[in-house]
């Protein structure tokens, strides 16, 4: 069974950082395309943004030019730097792998 454990959420002002982090385990992550994905309350969860095995990033237009979606593999770790964080931002981000999902993390964005 894969293990996801998201870390790094928190309340933040609007223009303010946050980085999650996601450690995997149970997999081997060299090889597998990771992605954070988001849920407000009272809406469905969408992609932010994933990276694959070999670096390629894709991202969603909202957070274009503000997050950066990264790994280390030497960790097994997958992070996301949020900058410029906006009050829509507000969601639990979720790690992604496969079929497989972590427990969420609050992001919280104050105005």
């Known amino acids: 069974q894969v293990e996801l454990v998201e870390s790094g959420g928190g309340l933040v002002q609007a223009g303010g950082s946050l980085r999650l982090s996601c450690e995997v385990s149970r997999i081997i992550f060299r090889f597998v395309t990771m992605a954070w994905y988001r849920q407000a309350p009272g809406k469905q969860r969408d992609l932010v943004a994933s990276i694959s095995s070999i670096g390629a990033t894709n991202y969603a237009d909202s957070v274009k030019g503000r997050f950066t979606i990264s790994r280390d593999n030497t960790k097994n770790t997958v992070y996301l730097q949020m900058n410029s964080l906006k009050p829509e931002d507000t969601a639990v981000y979720y790690c992604?792998?496969?079929?497989?999902w972590g427990q969420g993390t609050q992001v919280t964005v104050s105005s």
């Open positions: 992604n792998v496969s079929s497989c």
